[in-house]
């Protein structure tokens, strides 16, 4: 089987940990090949930007979609789903939805951690779009600028753990998703540092694409 995951951004490094964390929690059958968008920006951090990225990540799909069995589009937004379900005939899954979906799964209240403030309003609509706005918590931001945040890990872990704190003891979440493609490695990272569920985007991608072709 295999899996294509599509970075709207233009970082081959988020490409690459992105494919890496896919490849972690897939069966050992399942290929997954990372594939970076040509164009854009280095980190998307604006409507505009996840606007913009909808065109490319649209035109890698539909080029890839003949030699795969499934896709992921890897930005906490989802850009160009509903566009690539129109124009292929393989399964098409979204980083921001299937986390939505996976944290509402239970009936728990659920928030959000992430580093851009910019698209809060973007992320708050697609949980609407998603069905699930009643157990929807809000969303709690990072401190600092998101680019210097994600070139230093160990300070993106600590920044996203004080907005993981905030959402459970100010706002009630009993599940926090970690909002971010480039995210990745600290979802992963912080899952073990809290007792209430942690949901990593791209795993949650990946487990609901599988269950689509299995």
């Known amino acids: 089987m295999r ?9 081959r490094a988020t490409t690459e940990q992105m494919a ?29 930007e ?5 065109e490319a990540v649209v035109e890698i799909g539909i080029a890839e979609a003949a ?12 850009p160009g789903l509903a566009a690539l379900r129109e124009r292929v005939a393989v399964p098409v899954v ?13 009936g728990r209240p659920f928030g959000v951690a992430t580093t851009t403030p910019a698209l809060v309003d973007f992320i708050a609509e697609r949980v609407r779009e998603l069905g699930v706005a009643a157990l929807y918590t809000g969303i709690r931001l990072t401190r600092g600028d998101p680019m210097e945040l994600v070139a230093d890990p160990p300070l993106l872990i600590d920044a996203l753990a004080e907005a993981v ?19 990745g490695q600290a979802a992963i990272a912080l899952a073990p540092r809290f007792t209430t569920p942690i949901i990593a985007p791209i795993p949650a991608a990946m487990r609901r694409l599988l269950s689509r072709l299995n």
């Open 20 to 48: 890496a964390i896919a490849t972690s929690v897939a069966p050992a059958d399942v290929d997954v090949v990372g594939v970076t968008a040509p164009r854009g920006v280095k980190m998307i951090l604006t409507g505009d």
């Open 67 to 78: 030699g795969v069995d499934g896709i992921i589009i890897g930005a906490f937004g989802d």
């Open 165 to 183: 704190r905030e959402a459970i003891d100010k706002d009630g979440a009993e599940a926090v998703i970690i909002g971010g493609g480039p995210l």
């Open 50 to 54: 996840l606007a913009a990225a909808e």
């Open 3 to 11: 899996i294509l995951l599509i970075n709207p951004n233009t970082s």
């Open 94 to 106: 979204g980083i921001a939805e299937a986390a939505i979906l996976d944290a509402a799964s239970t």
